[in-house]
């Protein structure tokens, strides 16, 4: 970003280099999100290490872009989408999107287990405890009922169904294709009136006093100024680690996947709306599922499976035709020290990464460009604004970290070294205490900070085995049919509802089907 001074031009310098690990998500998210409302004089500097349309987007922001995959995402996309007024049929037409109502995690708890992790509430709470409590209470006098089975989002998924409710009554994301997605962006972009630039950082110039970041120099010989840069540079930060030294907080100890292999297949039956995350003997597998071909990859542990036997596994446990070679793809899971240093500011894998198990990386992106917008230094860069964007930040990762940290350290399985090692894992502080409240009270308190709500850790929790030793006794003030009568009138307004909902696939189909 260039001239932020009052009265200036304002430009924005996304720096990509020839490494191949920025994201196309990411770099036209950035121009779209922070200027869509007042557009102004934009340049954006990708690498150029292939000709052609799109050749910067290479690698992917998310691990799950690889081989131009299928990606999927939560709902605060659907926020995104009407912040920049794109219509959404469009949307999904262009991507070969479907609809994505929450995830199935299958050999998760133990081999053969499943649950599901739904988007939107489960039940109704009570204003002194969550559903949760009630929901325990049933148990406690017998009753047989899933916790899911009051979810109307977790029903409509086992039930391939799908559609739009007034008042966004179900909530919804989507599994979508990264490069088309990017190439939307892109076109929107410059009907706004972006400046594309492509060029190689070859030295980047910094201030002798201050070590701001002065200027970029291209290969071309071509000089790049501005006063605030971003950094979209992939796991390399080329701005803010190489020439900022700024630091890199490593997260393997905690979740020791750090390697992905990526593979897209024909599509054999019709698409469902929940993403599968289906655990192996170190680590797991996705199915993403799109309108016209499948997503399909293996995130492992290098420590504990090889790169070949991951590449067998995978190729062992798809279906349908294979469109290309799986593509390997490395990772370190953790944060950088600052997401802003001085006058550069790191999103997307320069900023850091938590594995894609719930796919949180284009959220973390968004609520990147959210917390610029809030906190942009119109008037000049402070320090009490750096400070401020550091510490939502920081706490923001760290609170999705904790809930990956929760599907592995969970778990019952014993059967592999890597599981064992999962089990026995010497988890974060806040992480513990959230487990050992909830275990010994049933409850769930959220924080700001926290992108996931009370019910996604109570499904988790639940899912993954923790059963709490008590209940709340707000519980103990209905009666025996007042409880039934509270429970199934909840049941039969999910169930009322699924039934009235068309198929996934048919929905699709008639709301934004995309050309073959």
């Keep these: 970003l260039g001239n932020i001074k009052p009265g200036g031009t304002r430009q924005m310098f996304i720096n990509l280099n020839k490494i191949r690990s920025a994201g196309p998500i990411l770099l036209w998210d950035a121009y779209n999100v922070s200027f869509q409302q007042e557009p102004k004089q934009v340049a954006f500097h990708p690498s150029n290490d292939s000709d052609g349309p799109g ?8 691990i799950l872009d690889g081989a131009h995959g299928g990606e999927a995402t939560i709902p605060p996309l659907v926020t995104d989408l009407r912040l920049l007024k794109m219509k959404e049929q469009d949307f999904m037409a262009a991507t070969q999107a479907t609809i994505k109502l929450g995830m199935s995690f299958e050999n998760w708890k133990d081999v053969g287990e499943k649950y599901f992790h739904s988007f939107g509430t489960t039940g109704t709470d009570h204003w002194t405890a969550g559903f949760q409590h ?11 009922s899933e916790y899911g089975d009051y979810c109307l989002e977790l029903v409509a998924a086992r039930e391939g169904k799908f ?11 989507f599994h979508l ?4 997605f990017a190439r939307l962006l892109r076109q929107f972009s410059e009907a706004l009136g972006v400046r594309r630039l492509e060029g190689k950082i070859q030295e980047i110039d910094t201030h002798p006093e201050t070590g701001y970041v002065t200027s970029l120099k291209m290969e071309s010989g071509q000089v790049v100024e501005g006063d605030l840069f971003i950094d979209c540079t992939g796991f390399r930060g080329l701005l803010i680690e190489q020439a900022l030294k700024t630091g890199y907080e490593d997260w393997t100890h905690w979740l020791p996947c750090d390697r992905a292999l990526a593979l897209q ?30 997503g399909n990859g293996l995130v492992f542990s290098s420590q504990y499976m090889d790169e070949d036997k991951a590449r067998d596994h995978l190729l062992k446990n798809i279906v349908g035709g294979h469109l290309g ?18 006058n550069v500011i790191a999103l997307g894998l320069a900023s850091g990464f938590v594995e894609p198990l719930e796919s949180t990386s284009i959220h973390l992106i968004q609520q990147g460009l959210i917390r610029l917008m809030q906190l942009f230094p119109h008037e000049g860069i402070k320090q009490s604004d750096i400070n401020e964007y550091n510490k939502h930040s920081q706490l923001e990762i760290e609170y999705i970290r904790d809930f990956i940290i929760l599907h592995y350290k969970l778990t019952n399985r014993h059967d592999t070294p890597f599981w064992r090692y999962c089990r026995d894992l010497d988890i974060p502080d806040t992480l513990a205490d959230r487990m050992r409240l909830f275990r010994e009270t049933a409850r769930v308190y959220r924080v700001r900070e926290d992108l996931f709500k009370e019910n996604s850790w109570v499904q988790v929790m639940f899912g993954q085995g923790i059963m709490p030793e008590q209940f709340h006794q707000v519980t103990n003030v209905m009666s025996d049919d007042e409880l039934t009568r509270f429970l199934q009138g909840i049941k039969s307004r999910v169930d009322n509802t699924v039934a009235k909902l068309p198929p996934h696939q048919a929905y699709v189909e008639q709301y934004c089907k995309s050309p073959a």
């Design 134 to 144: 009630f929901w325990l209470k049933d148990r406690d006098r017998g009753s047989k």
């Design 265 to 294: 297949t024909e599509s054999m039956i019709e698409p469902v709306p929940y993403t599968r995350a289906i655990a192996h003997s170190a680590g797991w597998q996705w199915r993403i599922p799109l309108q016209h071909r499948v």
């Design 55 to 62: 050749a910067y987007v290479r690698g992917g922001n998310n």
């Design 177 to 180: 294709d990264a490069t088309l």
């Design 163 to 173: 559609g739009h409710l007034p008042k966004q009554g179900l909530n919804y994301a």
């Design 325 to 342: 070679k799986p593509r390997l793809l490395k990772f370190i899971t953790g944060r950088r020290l600052k997401n802003w240093n001085r």
